[in-house]
């Protein structure tokens, strides 16, 4: 039984799905299977078979959604991990044996690499590349930003049986949806090392159609946000920079028995500190250079400050849990004491009640 399964659906791509594959028999590690899901699409069976390799099975499905065929190939899969590729990504030689070493080295469930973004043409003649910048994990990240490509990904399939398998009445994001799923159940371990390509094509020379589409994309994940979960994709533009009621009173309830220290002395800080001033042991906040001040006889103090706290901080800045996480990481090792008020705009139970 392979140690690792690897899920590789492909449509109408023959001219890419060759390249996917050869990255895949080049692994060093080579203890895995890899399933290729063909969805309907043009027959590259013979693709496959040129490889001549035991490990590659090959399954046509009748016609399903995107996230039909993900599951068609987990349940046939017989791998302790699953990984993934689009037909038109690709691995490096290292990858597998990468995460392998992550996972089992950090007894996790879930670890996710490096990848590098490859802009391409059409006839796969590469434009540029850009490295993927990433913030340290934090749930809340992914609560709202779907920033991990598939192909970056190696995760215990246990999940699955907590979790449940992607959800085939979402006609994108679906693998959003299911990182969001499984991290109710496991945190979540970052690689810094590149490992992996994830590649967009550029249609006729430009990149109009692109953004286009992906605005459609973006608008049809944050309707599955709000529609399943009750997350509101961007508090400021939703509620109009103010902080509702609700917001108020699921902070406060959360806060009520805890000293925290605040991130950020803007205009959210400013409209919930009479609220919740109490609490409030200190704030950081970036303009604070050096030396300490006060807000209202509260100490407030540099970032550099911010490694010798062990209270939870409530970071204010809105709309911006990427660039906090970012920044804040430079000044600390440990971001998972952070809270972010963002999370209490939604019109769900906070996700800070599931933390047991």
Known sequence: MPLVSIIIPTYNRPKFIGRALESVSKQTFTDFEAIIINDSGADVRHIVDRFDD?????????SRTGPGVRN????VSKGKYIAYLDDDDLYYTHHLQTVVDAIEKHSADFVYSGCVTVYENDDCTEVRKTPRIYSPYHRSLIRRHSFMPTCSILHHRKLFEQAGYFDESISFGED???????SGYTTFIHIDEYTCEYHKRLNKGTNINSLQETRKNNMSLGKTRLKKYGIIDDPRSHYNSQVPKFTLEQLISYIADKQIYIYGAGSYFKQIYPYIKQHILGVFDAKYKGSDGQYDGIPCMPLEKLYSVDKPILSTVVGQIPDVLVTVSKYTSRVDNFIFLDDFFDRSESIYSEIK
């Open 54 to 62: 035991p490990r590659f099975v090959y399954i046509a499905t009748g």
């Open 72 to 75: 068609a190939g987990v349940l």
């Open 176 to 182: 959003w949806d299911m990182w969001f799923r499984f």
